[in-house]
């Protein structure tokens, strides 16, 4: 009889016990499921986006790592220009609008196939916090493009800078040649970055100098713009 009862009881300890784990299994998948998407995906995603530049302005409305428009940027709280905020702010707001909309916002998400958890749509408010790990770390925002070097007189090239520039650059060598290319009728303000009006002005250069029109501005161009024939 006492062996009887002391197997029931034995039993009900292994069922309770087996009753545990089986809950703590259930816990643990919970709490994965409803965990934010890896850094490692969030990387993946700014390098299609941007090739993980925060601080790129191509003039297509679209800015920084996570290429938010203005309206979006603000819908999650963000201020001025997300290409001018820095990592940590920019990460904290593609956070921001990952549980608002999940990947819904992102084109590049559907082609990395990337998938939504818990936190897709949950309208939970991040912490900086908890946006910390995605990978900006706090750096600081970019720095605004100097002033120009002086401008040559008519006919004398600035010694090319030795880097070749394409559409989404920022640079003061930029807003040099832009300034330059005024005396064409460009009209340029000066900004130093490279969108799709100083592209423009690249090749029509290079086409009026006889120079392959790659739309990049190199050492031929860059003579060119001072010693080379008026585009047309």
């Not at 790129?56 to 201020?79: C, E, H, K």
């Not at 706090?138 to 040559?152: E, F, L």
């Not at 100098?209 to 860059?222: A, E, F, H």
Request: charged content about 20%; hydrophobic content about 35%; proline content about 9%.
């Amino acid at each position: 009889m006492h062996r009887r009862i002391r197997r029931v009881f034995l039993r009900l300890f292994q069922i309770a016990g087996l009753a545990l784990v089986i809950a703590g299994i259930q816990v643990a998948t919970t709490t994965q499921a409803s965990a934010d998407p890896t850094a490692s995906a969030w990387a993946k995603l700014r390098m299609c986006e941007s090739s993980g530049r925060y601080d790129i302005n191509t003039g297509n409305g679209y800015y920084g790592a996570y290429q938010f428009d203005l309206p979006t940027w603000r819908s999650v709280g963000g201020q001025g220009r997300p290409d001018q905020a820095s990592p940590r702010e920019q990460d904290h707001r593609a956070l921001y609008l990952y549980r608002m909309r999940g990947w819904q916002p992102w084109e590049c998400a559907g082609k990395l196939g990337l998938r939504q958890d818990g936190d897709a749509r949950s309208k939970r408010v991040p912490s900086y916090a908890e946006s910390a790990y995605i990978g900006g770390g706090g750096a600081p925002a970019p720095k605004p493009v100097p002033p120009p070097a002086p401008i040559p007189p008519d006919g004398a090239a600035p010694p090319w800078p030795g880097v070749v520039y394409a559409p989404g650059d920022c640079a003061p060598s930029l807003r040099t040649f832009q300034l330059r290319m005024n005396k064409f009728g460009y009209g340029f303000t000066g900004t130093g970055c490279y969108h799709d009006k100083t592209r423009q002005a690249v090749l029509d250069l290079q086409r009026a100098n006889g120079i392959n029109d790659s739309g990049r501005l190199g050492p031929k161009t860059w003579k060119a713009a001072w010693e080379g024939k008026k585009p047309r």
